[in-house]
């Protein structure tokens, strides 16, 4: 990969990473309900998770989805039963008061790692950076350079969404907003699946 390749490989993994999508509804949701730090766990899930779902997928897991398109069905439904599941808890939540705060847990790092293999935005994304920036005579090193990248990249710009989500809490600060917001963010995790489940 050229240093061309690269750099553009970057623009293309920032877009990606920062757009919204459903970590990025979660991990927004998650600052705001949980703070920072105890979302870290969470964002770390995300970047490693996905890093891991690029380096696989480019290592060959991609020819399995070409071979068999059944799978890829599979795990897009899949993806969105689990995704409507979580819109519809981010949707009754309400905000965190002591009590519930010290109870209830964000998503943790292994969580969150899983979920991206059943996130449709993650294998859209994962496909589509492979056949994009990967030569047909590519080897695992170049590999490993893509996923190294998105698992580099991947924690500062899932994080400003942990940002925006913590400094929502100055703003949302009674009860009926932080439900409006929980509300608001449930249907943009619903909506993040339409591009992908009419593709």
Known sequence: MTTEQLLAFCAFAVITLVTPGPNNMMILASGLNYGFVRTLPHLAGIAFGFALMVFLTGAGLHTVFV???VIHTLLKYVGAA???RLAWHLARSGPMDGERRGRERP???????????????AWVMAVGAIS???PNASHLPDVAVLAIVYGALGAPCIG???GFGVAM???L????SVRIFNG???VLLVASLYPILVE
Not at 107 to 121: I, L, R, S, T
Request: without cysteine; glycine residues 6%.
């Open 184 to 186: 608001v963010a449930a």
């Open 132 to 134: 994009t920036y990967l």
């Open 107 to 121: 998503m943790g790092f292994v969580g969150a790692a899983a979920f991206q293999w059943v996130n449709p935005k």
């Open 173 to 176: 600060t009674d009860a009926r």
């Open 169 to 171: 809490r100055r703003v």
């Open 82 to 84: 689990y995704l409507l």
């Open 160 to 162: 400003l969404w942990a």
């Open 67 to 69: 071979r068999f398109p």
